[in-house]
């Protein structure tokens, strides 16, 4: 880790340990009209600035004012924003966007690309395939366990949620958009309560390089909006790709439309498993490797993929955090092991937020389907969404039903930190 990576780390740290009870007192706060993103970036013109303050008032979370608008069960992509699909069409003409097929996974398997496309090649990069992108978060600083954990809001999150308060521990958690909607309760005990960090697991939990552009500009778009909605104005940061299935075509949409950083992982527990009705893997199991990990080298530093989605895979979190602690590891929020800002337009959950607005619409997305946004730029070739990834029915929450742990080694990484922007006159739209 460099000198200025270093400093970095403990400033964050700093600005964490400073946050007050009242909700008051940070070391650092971002300059008021500044964001974290260059004022070329097209997030500007999604989540547009404003003169003074956020200046909204939003719904209460969990009321029907709040839910409004918002597809219950899959990623809609007919009453999508047209700023958005601007911005990916945008993005496409300016060859930012590459043109990847679509690949197609089956009964549960790594996804599989068309003769030619090889993924582990630095057109695809498929982080399946063990291929790894400047720019991705998958390891900690030495010494560093970065806490996160993904599938959440659940009723399994409760107790973790008082396990963590107990501790005064803040983690990130990546949420599912539907299960915000499900579990709205849950949901502010992690941001209002916790003051935890709040990212993005897309909106219903499908292998993303299944979908076409405009597929994944939706399960991204509207889990953002919302969290945006429920946050007070906060714009996510990051986000992991559930299944770890990634790759450039999906990170550009991610980057160059949203301003997402793609976040992988190093170590997985298979934690998910534990409330499935063949479990691949036993608590005993996942208590050996984290011993393994916890009492081993601190080099790379630690982000192991856990997962609030049940009682049993919580437990196993709370049964190895005392190795933690008693191993000297530094206990960080992924948001806060990366040394920067926790959302875009604000640097963490209880420190001010720039003026943000979602696009051309005021507070929500439209009640009603739109005009059909015409997607010829966005559009890949055809090809059938698989089973596999298809979202649940409304009434049931979505988690993970298989990690790709196995997949996932250290990689040492330099994170580069360069953002690509579009211009502004290709978007169409004034920025404040």
Request: net charge negative.
């Given at each position: 880790m460099s000198r200025l990576s270093a400093i970095l780390l403990l400033a964050t740290t700093a600005v964490y340990a400073s946050v007050a009870p009242a909700h008051e007192s940070h070391t650092e706060k971002p300059p008021r009209n500044k964001w974290y993103q260059e004022d070329d970036h097209p997030v500007h013109a999604l989540f547009k600035r404003g003169p003074v303050g956020d200046g909204i008032i939003y719904p209460a979370v969990g009321t029907?004012?709040?839910s409004a608008g918002f597809p219950p069960t899959t990623a809609d992509t007919t009453m999508l924003p047209k700023t958005?699909?601007?911005a990916l069409n945008a993005a496409a003409l300016a060859g930012k966007i590459p043109d990847i097929p679509q690949s197609t996974a089956t009964n549960g398997l790594d996804p599989v690309y068309p003769t030619?496309?090889?993924p582990s090649s630095p057109t695809v990069c498929s982080s399946t395939a063990k291929c790894v992108t400047p720019g991705d978060v998958w390891d900690a600083p030495p010494g560093v366990v970065a806490l996160s954990f993904d599938d959440g809001p659940l009723p399994a999150s409760d107790q973790l949620y008082q396990f963590l308060a107990s501790k005064s521990e803040h983690v990130t958690h990546f949420f599912i958009g539907t299960n915000i909607l499900l579990y709205p309760?849950?949901?502010k005990t992690a941001f209002e309560t916790n003051q935890d960090d709040i990212a993005v697991h897309t909106w219903t939990?499908?292998?993303?390089?299944?979908?076409s552009n405009l597929q994944v500009l939706a399960e991204l778009g509207w889990s953002m909006?919302?969290?945006h909605n429920s946050t007070g104005g906060r714009i996510p940061k990051y986000w992991r790709p559930p299944y770890g299935d990634c790759d450039m075509r999906v990170r550009a949409i991610a980057k160059e439309v949203f301003g997402l950083t793609t976040v992988i992982w190093n170590q997985d527990t298979d934690d998910w498993t534990l409330s499935e009705p063949v479990p691949l893997t036993t608590p005993e199991k996942i208590q050996q490797q984290m011993t393994q990990w916890l009492t081993g080298p601190k080099t790379p530093g630690l982000v192991i993929l856990e997962h609030e989605l049940s009682d049993l895979s919580v437990k196993s979190f709370m049964d190895a955090y005392p190795m933690m602690v008693s191993n000297g590891w530094k206990r960080l929020s992924l948001v806060q092991m990366d040394a920067g800002s926790a959302y875009q337009n604000a640097w963490n959950s209880t420190s001010k937020v720039n003026p943000a607005n979602v696009g051309d619409l005021a507070v929500k997305p439209p009640a009603l389907p739109s005009a059909k946004p015409t997607a010829s730029l966005a559009k890949l070739?055809?090809?059938?969404l698989p089973s596999s990834a298809k979202p649940a029915s409304s009434n049931k929450p979505l988690g993970n039903q298989k990690s790709g742990a196995t997949h996932f080694s250290a990689a040492?990484?330099?994170?580069s930190g360069i953002t690509a922007a579009i211009v502004a006159a290709a978007l169409g739209i004034i920025m404040s």
């Open positions: 029907p004012e709040w958005w699909v601007d030619g496309y090889d309760e849950q949901f939990h499908p292998y993303m390089t299944t979908n909006e919302l969290i070739p055809a090809s059938p040492s990484l330099a994170l």
